[in-house]
């Protein structure tokens, strides 16, 4: 990609994560951590990767993106309202009782998703079936779905994974999001994934790792993943959980914790600083 269209994407990712700061303090509840280390992947996907339109929303052809790790809808949410599919002035309403904008994406009252998720483990075996559907239509679509690395300790993800690779699923790319931390603490000491790469090569995978805040190397995965043929991709990202917040960075607490007015002006302060650079004021 060309110097612009990476600062393009920087501008992009540095409001995704404002959003996510701005829905996040307005519910008093959610997800920041994990939404702020795949930041950049949302972006690229919803910017750049996918075929989708938000003025047609349920298009058959569009690509598929299923967040499997449903918790860190404030990130989607962020990512498809700047995208246009609905007004970024909505994302404070967060969790709210009569907002459309619940902790878990609901593919029913949010234009642009298509599953609803939030049970961990669950949203790659329907982003599996999406896959194996279009290949028994004929269609040419893609599949994109994304995990965190606390999600694939579930059993059932392993499950799809084989079913993944049985199917020759060449239009699916499973993306692990392995900033290292889940709600308990390090996942090594709650129970290890790892190797993560080498266990999605064991289980048929083409497997690519990359730096998750890197949008060159994120295009140049996605590139790889369109080229392969006859079996499916995965991507681990190695990312930074809390990233471009200084305090939330690498800390597990803030999983599943929402910023006070104190920390929310921090976290803006910072935020727009970045924004700020970037575009040169």
Known sequence: MTASEKKQLQILAAKVRMGIIESTHGAKA????????ATEMFTYLYFKELNIDPKNPKNPDRDRFVLS???????????????????????????????YLQGHPNMNTVPGVDMSTGSLGQ????????ALGAK?????????????DGEIQEGQVWEACMAAAHYKLDNLVVIV??????????????????????????????????????????EKALAQA??????????VM??????????????????????????????????????????GN
């Open 177 to 218: 999001d392995n900033n290292g931390l889940q709600i308990d603490g390090n996942i090594a000491d709650v129970m290890s994934p790892y190797p993560i790469f080498d266990k999605l090569v064991a289980f048929g995978f083409h497997t690519i790792a990359i730096d998750g805040h890197d949008f060159d190397a994120i």
């Open 123 to 130: 949203g790659i075996s329907v982003a599996v079936g999406m």
């Open 69 to 99: 790790k449903g918790h860190t809808a404030p990130g989607l949410y962020a990512a498809l309202a700047h995208r246009g599919f609905f007004p970024v002035e909505d994302l404070p309403t967060l969790r709210h009782i009569d907002s």
């Open 30 to 37: 959610g997800h920041p951590g994990g939404s702020l280390s």
């Open 238 to 279: 190695q990312t930074v959980k809390g990233k471009d917040v200084s305090y939330m960075e690498n800390d597990a607490g803030w999983h599943g914790k929402a910023p006070n007015d104190a920390e929310y002006e921090v976290a803006m302060t910072e935020l727009k600083a970045i924004l700020s650079e970037l575009e």
């Open 136 to 148: 028994k239509q004929n269609k040419d679509f893609r599949v994109y779905t994304l995990l965190g």
């Open 226 to 235: 369109k080229k392969t043929k006859g079996q499916p991709t995965a991507i």
